[in-house]
């Protein structure tokens, strides 16, 4: 899993404790397009940070990156989180909308590649390190049958984020999580 | 501080510094003197800001047009999704803008909402490419194209812009637009090298749009006073490489560029094509009739 930062102020042993029950929350709070996949393993989780609030009460902030800027999922995501997190007790939350560095699909865990998978969504078939990447059209592998002899029918499908294929070999339809 | 240390301290720390990208930042030169007075400058973010975001709504707004109407459900998501990625961007920039603006009147700050909804066609400084009718897929793809195309070489360099919080939205918009690019550069493949009927409406939608052109490269006052702060790109400077990156497709398409026109139309000026009105007593009615009305 990617690193997530976490910025305790004077490095308090009540806040450190307080941003690892955090994130352990935020593993349970699902993406609401790909319910297998946790906000943390979709990579969008920037920083958990535990700072004074009002009245003597620690605030919860939470840095959260969009994955698309017109995605709409981006605001039930930050309900989920916060709802979450106030069911746990946390009665002060704060989400940040953290632009910089864009999000990118190279962020999505391994362990949240194997469940899309599993779902039935080809991860992301190569980094975007290379720019030159975007380009290209990269292999896609089906995810029922594994086969590399895929076409795709459309740039777009039902999330910003995925593309439509179909496999030439087991004949099925599937989705494609692009790079970006 | 040399020219190129004031564009990399503008770029958002993880935009992906490669060839391209470098060198299209050293075209954005940061001119240390050219800095206007604080006040101008806050204007000048305001004005670029509600420019960039007033254009991807209203380009937004027509592609929603074809939701339910594409001639292929893949094209009615295709086009659906662009919109949604531009809507996502104005969103950014409306709230960019809203955020640096000073309190109206009666001392109330306007949100990104009043933006979007409560201002009339003669305060909408988009340009006049993108407020064009679909009239039909071919149309709606060139425009697309075309847009698409000048887009790209505009985010490129404003994700170096000096103004962090709009470089920062570009590298994230940019990779939204690489996507629109080639989902628009290669319709125009596929119809313009397609059937003959195809052809002849590529190329009626690319002579009748061509004309739109010349704003894009055409700076204003704030383009150029955005251009002197290195907040963005020089619009001059990307005419070349935007017209190579046109003509390649076009070729491919087999489609013939037509003729530059002299006459710039001036939708940043607000000096708006017929369309606008329409469209936005569309897009606003909702808010106009039952002010503050949400679901």
Not at chain 1, 18 to 30: D, F, H, T
Not at chain 1, 33 to 60: D, F, M, N, T
Not at chain 1, 67 to 78: D, K, M, S
Not at chain 2, 43 to 58: E, K, W
Request: glycine share 6%; proline share 5%.
């Amino acid at each position: 899993m990617r690193e997530v930062p976490t910025n305790a102020p004077q490095g308090t042993q009540a806040a450190a404790g307080i941003e690892e029950e955090v994130l352990r929350l935020l593993e349970e709070v699902p993406d609401p397009e790909i319910p297998v996949l946790s906000v943390v393993e979709l990579g969008i989780i920037r920083y958990v940070r535990v700072e004074p609030g009002a009245a003597g009460q620690q605030r919860v902030v939470v840095g959260v990156s969009p994955t698309y800027t017109g995605c709409p999922a981006t605001e039930v995501i930050q309900g989920a989180i916060r709802a979450r997190l106030e069911q746990a007790g946390h009665r002060e939350v704060r989400i940040d909308t953290v632009l910089a560095p864009a999000w990118t699909s190279d962020w999505l865990s391994e362990s949240g590649r194997a469940k899309l998978r599993e779902y039935g969504i080809a991860p992301p078939a190569q980094s975007v390190t290379n720019v030159r990447h975007l380009f290209r059209d990269p292999t896609v592998c089906c995810p029922r049958c594994n086969s590399a002899r895929t076409e795709r029918i459309s740039e777009f499908a039902s999330t910003p984020c995925k593309a439509l294929y179909r496999c030439s070999a087991c004949l099925e339809p599937f989705e494609y999580f692009k790079c970006i | 501080m040399s020219a190129q240390a004031g564009i990399r301290s503008g770029a958002s720390p993880g935009a992906n510094h490669d060839v391209e990208a470098v060198a299209a930042a050293a075209v954005c030169e940061a001119r240390e003197d050219a800095t206007p007075a604080g006040g101008t400058q806050h204007d000048v973010r305001h004005a670029y800001a509600l420019h960039l975001g007033d254009t991807s709504l209203v380009l937004a707004q027509r592609l929603g047009e074809w939701v339910g109407h594409a001639p292929a459900i893949e094209e009615d998501l295709a086009l659906a999704n662009v919109a949604l990625d531009l809507l996502g961007q104005t969103r950014h920039l409306y709230s960019y803008a809203a955020g640096i603006e000073a309190p109206q009147a009666d001392g109330r700050r306007r949100s990104e909402d009043d933006l979007a909804f409560l201002r009339g066609p003669d305060e909408f400084v988009n340009l006049t490419l993108v407020e064009q009718p679909n009239v039909d897929f071919g149309h709606t793809i060139v425009r697309q194209f075309l847009f698409d195309a000048w887009q790209l070489e505009l985010l490129e360099r404003l994700q170096f812009s000096q103004e962090r919080a709009l470089a920062e939205i570009a590298a994230k918009a940019l990779k939204e637009t690489r996507y629109h690019y080639r989902f628009s550069a290669g319709w125009v493949v596929r119809l313009g090298d397609g059937t003959q009927e195809s052809h002849r409406r590529m190329q009626e939608a690319l002579d009748a749009l061509w004309r739109f052109t010349h704003e894009l490269f055409v700076p204003n006052e704030t383009d150029r006073a955005a251009a002197d702060a290195a907040i963005a790109p020089d619009l001059a400077t990307m005419r070349a490489p935007w017209l190579a990156r046109v003509e390649q497709v076009l070729g491919e398409a087999t489609l013939a560029k037509p003729a530059d026109v002299d006459y710039a139309w001036h939708g940043k000026r607000r000096q708006h094509s017929e369309h606008l009105g329409r469209l936005l007593a569309e897009m606003q009615y909702m808010q106009r009739t039952y002010p503050g009305a949400q679901w």
